[in-house]
């Protein structure tokens, strides 16, 4: 918890304390606070992996939560604070006894409950998913950087010039690069717009389906773009993990343990990223069957079964993400890269927990050619993070 007072928001973690300390005064801040309960809005949330002991709070089996944390003191988080699970048994009970205040309790429950609908907690989709859900929030809370929201801008635009000549005629009504800005804006606003008309009819989709399709592709374009940003960030970790040192006391046994668990990351990092590959090729393929194909009914299939497909897109990129930014946090461009043994067992067995083991992670280790495209020294180096 003292960890999060010197980071803001992340994939994993709201930190609406940091936003609150930043903040407070603010305008815009104050006119359209997240939460209306004050205690609320000094929480920190964060998606959190259900350990096995902790499933029988649930009705039913879950794998990733939605928790909420009310420190006991907003300036030192490392005080510690009360806490709940979105969904626990019971938990409105206990969200009613932590608010403090039964004003506006139907507003907070509903925002808490669009949270845990969400895969992660990234700030362009948290943004967009509760602008569709009718929630006024300050932009504040958001904390995807004018960079970034660039950055995207230019990728989706890539990703979707050959859509244009499909349902806006290319450059009827404008130039080519205008259209294609527009559909961008559009696209990326998070409202609903009658000039998307001509996208829906080409989809032939009516009202929710439309709407929950659209927000759908829009996952899948930032978990694409998501990707394409994160994989130089992993192979900075593999190398990282190649040169770090071990100081202070070693232990035979725990060093094997180390390269034993190590060798597992590895495999699972790379899983994980051949998975989000092989479901971001699902999307490409049906996108090339509207634009290249014109088989508009390829896209529309896709796009009906879509919502399910971006909550498991959310969780594997987001398992991906954590690791290459909590690395980030604990080992700083430019500083030493130097761990205590057992502190580096800690940090690569959180990895492996959270990464998870699927079948075919046992069946068939993943192979450097599934992802864009290690070398063969970094693929190899978590296995030598010990060494």
Known sequence: MRGLERTASTSRVLNLAAVASQNAGEPEYVSAPFFKAVSLNGAVIIKHRLRADEQYIFEAAKRISTKVIIPFERTDLGLGGRSLFVGQRGWQDMLDELRGSSEDEARDIALLEALDELPSLDPFLLREHLKRRGFKIANCYFAISHADLDRMQRFVAGEISKLVDLAYGGGKGGSPDANISRLVGLLLSGQDDTRLEPLRLTLGLEGENFREGIFS????LYYKWVLNSLWPELREVFAELSEIKVVGPRDFERMNQVKEVG????????GQVRKVRVTLQVYDDAFAELTLAGNPMAFRDFLLKSPEMFITLGERT???SHIASFWRYRFPKGRPLKVELDELFDILQDFHQG???DDDHKARPPQAADV????????????????
């Open 318 to 320: 987001g398992m991906v």
């Open 372 to 387: 864009e495209p290690p070398d063969a020294a970094n693929a190899e180096a978590v296995s030598r993070a010990a060494g």
């Open 217 to 220: 592709w829009k996952g899948f």
């Open 355 to 357: 990464l998870g083991e």
């Open 263 to 270: 060798a597992r990351v590895n495999q699972a990092i790379l």
